[in-house]
């Protein structure tokens, strides 16, 4: 088996692993391989490109407000199994984390453009969440008493004033609150951009390759084994995506990360019927500057399913038509199933775990991979670097789930209380 040396390993070429990629070589002058596999199912390849701070941290990026759990109904009949839905806000860490990561995608476009002439469509958006009934305001009240020190990023709507905004937009809507900051980008072209952005500096793509052992000396990792090769590092990065625990699993770590289903629905393309990209307490809707409509996304504990299913994409539109009238005449060109890396608590995890040398963690980044993107990489290359991250990373480590303190916000199994 052919031997190849490289001071560090990526796992992963998505966004995470190329974000990486370009911000540690472009500070770094160690040597850096990328190693990737598309799988069925890839969450940059399946993401709508939302880059969404606040509304990803209010609990409404996934356009579902309210992530789905399953309890047993203690009353008539203590058996049976009800589907119940409860609100969940990520913490201000996170909203800190994602706002810093968001704002730094003005200077990546226009630095991406001129040093890989790709131009990853970074569009100025805004999300406006639809309120139909008292419940949605109750709900978007309880998100604006959550984040005051945001106020001034928040715009409220009445029917009038939504409707003059979004002209397509149903009469059953009451209003709306806006998230200023929330907008949007290509996602395949900010990976493509990152890639040629990395391998410009010198990073070393190896694409169509599993990983299926990794080599280690004691306690440290010495390199890595794909079918066709034996790669040598002194550093393995796991940004593995929803395949991250497997990868982890195979030095004895327990990584708690887990694929977390969701569809999308792709519509034909259409003139610009929309300002903004909308998250109602059905499905979210962004339509891209070729025309086309993105509709999703559901949140589901499937596994590696990558099956679409009927049931769930009627859901979703029947969501959209809701929102949008004028959709139900529409044609849908394809959907698409994505497997987000979702762990317990929904947060990322970041860098090395005790008791094992030369390997870090990047992963676990659930359903905001694009716009934690930019601080992911910035938070790695200074871990590698020697250097403090941007912000304090302690609520991403791993050791939190050693705790046994430790709560996790949901569980990565099907709950029953």
Wanted: charged share 20%; aromatic share 8%.
């Amino acid at each position: 088996m052919e031997k190849n040396n490289s001071d560090i390993i990526i796992a992963g070429g998505g966004v995470i692993g190329m974000a990486i990629a370009y911000y540690l070589s472009k500070e770094s002058d160690r040597s850096i391989t990328v190693i990737d596999q598309k799988k069925p199912g890839n969450a940059s390849w399946a993401s709508a490109g939302g880059l969404w701070p606040i509304g990803e941290s209010v609990g409404l990026g996934c356009g579902v407000i309210f992530f789905k759990t399953l309890s047993k109904q203690r009353r008539e009949n203590p058996n049976e199994i009800i589907e119940t839905a409860r609100p969940h806000q990520l913490p201000d860490c996170f909203l800190n984390y994602s706002l810093i990561s968001n704002a730094m995608f003005p200077s990546l476009w226009d630095e991406l453009k001129e040093h890989s002439g790709i131009d990853f469509k970074f569009e100025k958006t805004g999300l406006k969440f639809l309120m139909y009934d008292d419940d949605d305001v109750a709900y978007a009240k309880q998100i604006q008493d959550g984040i005051p020190h945001l106020k001034d990023q928040l715009l409220w709507q009445d029917q009038q004033q939504l409707h003059e905004d979004e002209p397509y937009v149903s009469r059953d809507a009451i209003g709306s609150l806006s998230f200023k900051p929330d907008h949007q980008v290509n996602p395949y072209l900010l990976v493509q951009a990152l890639r040629d952005g990395a391998q410009r500096n010198g990073v070393k793509m190896v694409e169509n390759a599993e990983i299926i052992d990794i080599t280690m000396q004691k306690n440290r990792v010495t390199g890595v084994k794909t079918k066709q090769q034996k790669y040598n590092c002194s550093l393995l990065i796991n940004a593995a995506g929803a395949w991250a625990a497997q990868l982890a699993d195979m030095i004895g770590i327990d990584l708690p990360v887990a694929p977390i289903k969701g569809q999308v629905i792709v519509s034909e393309r259409l003139p610009p019927i929309m300002k903004s990209c909308i998250s109602t307490s059905d499905c979210y809707i962004a339509q891209k500057d070729n025309g086309e409509v993105l509709i999703g996304s559901t949140t589901e504990i499937k596994g590696f399913d990558t099956n679409g299913t009927y049931p769930e994409l009627r859901s979703l539109v029947s969501g959209a038509i809701k929102a949008l009238p004028m959709l139900g005449s529409v044609g849908i060109k394809r959907t698409w199933v994505g497997l987000r890396p979702g762990s317990p608590d929904e947060l990322p995890i970041f860098g090395e775990v005790a008791g094992v040398e030369g390997y870090m963690n990047a992963c676990g980044h659930f359903r905001t991979g694009i716009v934690s993107s930019p601080i992911t990489g910035r938070i790695v290359t200074d871990l590698v670097m020697g250097k403090q991250p941007p912000i304090d990373i302690t609520p991403f480590l791993y050791e939190r789930f050693l705790d046994p303190s430790f709560k996790a916000s949901f569980s990565l199994e099907t709950e029953v209380a």
